[in-house]
């Protein structure tokens, strides 16, 4: 599978928990996007990386979250002490950064419940 | 910041009417893109746009780009049940994409 894959698909975890998800984009994809959508949504931009390098993280993240990409290859998106407001869908996507055409490749997501 | 809206929210048709999307930036963008989302899945590219005007035909699919850079369109002709799913447009004005609220697509037979 030469996809964008996602790990967990799905995770329930109580208030108050620490939940870390994986993302291993398209080899040679050098860019890789972190979203998250609720139903009826459209997936909101959390963070992106450029290789190793986080270039741009949304001022809507609370310091509860935080994403590395160590290697500038597969990535994860760590939250500290879930609330139930972070219950969504987490969205990872990747890309090849070209000036005149950059689409994104989405993973199947990680779906989070917060209880 | 930067805001992309879609319009409308859902739209059901029967099969074979014509369906159109409208997608608004608050700000100029570098370009938008367009990307379908299917029920229980994750979004897939259909398209990108960059220049002013611009049209781009994929079947029965057609995508245009304002003048202004600052809205774009989807017109579906003769839909099919195919089409069901979620349009997102996708505006990109600094290196971040920013996904537009989406218009829901059901189709009866």
């Known amino acids: 599978d030469t996809g964008v894959s996602q790990d967990p698909r799905h995770k329930i975890t109580k208030r108050g928990q620490n939940v870390t998800f994986r993302c291993d984009p398209i080899?040679?994809?050098?860019?890789l996007y972190w979203y998250r959508q609720t139903l009826g949504q459209g997936p909101e931009f959390l963070t992106y990386?450029?290789?190793?390098?986080?270039?741009?993280k949304s001022r809507l993240l609370s310091d509860r979250f935080s994403a590395e990409r160590p290697k500038g290859s597969f990535s994860t998106l760590e939250i500290q002490r879930t609330e139930q407001g972070d219950s969504a869908m987490y969205l990872c996507?990747?890309?090849?950064?070209?000036?005149?055409?950059?689409?994104?490749?989405f993973g199947s997501g990680t779906q989070l419940s917060v209880l | 910041g930067q805001q992309v809206m879609q319009i409308p929210q859902y739209q059901h048709v029967q099969e074979g009417e014509d369906f159109t999307t409208y997608c608004n930036s608050s700000?100029?963008?570098?370009?938008i893109q367009w990307y379908k989302q299917r029920p229980g899945g994750h979004p897939v590219f259909l398209i990108q746009?960059?220049?002013?005007?611009e049209v781009k035909k994929q079947k029965r699919l057609t995508f245009q780009f304002g003048e202004a850079k600052k809205n774009s369109s989807l017109h579906i002709t003769a839909t099919q049940t195919t089409d069901v799913g979620t349009y997102f447009c996708?505006?990109?004005?600094?290196?971040?994409?920013?996904f537009g609220t989406g218009t829901r697509l059901q189709v009866f037979p």
């Open positions: 700000t100029t963008l570098s370009n």
């Open positions: 996708a505006g990109r004005n600094t290196d971040k994409l920013i």
């Open positions: 996507a990747s890309s090849v950064n070209r000036a005149t055409n950059e689409k994104l490749f």
């Open positions: 746009l960059v220049k002013s005007g």
């Open positions: 990386f450029q290789n190793e390098a986080q270039l741009e």
């Open positions: 080899s040679e994809h050098n860019r």
